[in-house]
């Protein structure tokens, strides 16, 4: 049979023992708790780089076919002149044919 100080000294071992496990886990969740902040935080700074790369590819379209507009636009400007300044210069005889 344990006497008194053999009670009191093992109540006093489980109870250490049951401190140092909530302090494990307490420490096991927030390094859990850290590691998943640091992805989110990655996660979320290669999305941005890649919403960066998609705007300026964005631009470079709108660009480009910007340009392409307006070449389209002076080839036709081109046309019509053209075919204003040959129907001026066939004349009216070449109308009323």
């Known amino acids: 049979m344990m006497d008194y100080k053999e009670y009191i000294s093992k109540g006093t ?3 250490n ?3 140092e496990m909530v302090y494990y886990t307490w420490k096991t969740g927030l390094a859990n708790l850290n590691w998943i902040q640091d992805q989110f935080e990655n996660m979320a700074r290669i999305q ?5 790369s998609m705007r300026a590819d964005m631009v470079k379209a709108v660009e480009d076919f910007s340009a392409q507009t307006r070449q389209a636009q002076e080839k036709y400007n081109s046309m019509v002149k053209d075919v204003l300044q040959s129907i001026v ?3 009216p005889s070449r109308l009323s044919q």
């Open 89 to 91: 210069e066939a004349g």
């Open 13 to 15: 071992e489980i109870a």
């Open 48 to 52: 941005m780089d890649i919403n960066k």
């Open 17 to 19: 023992n049951s401190v």
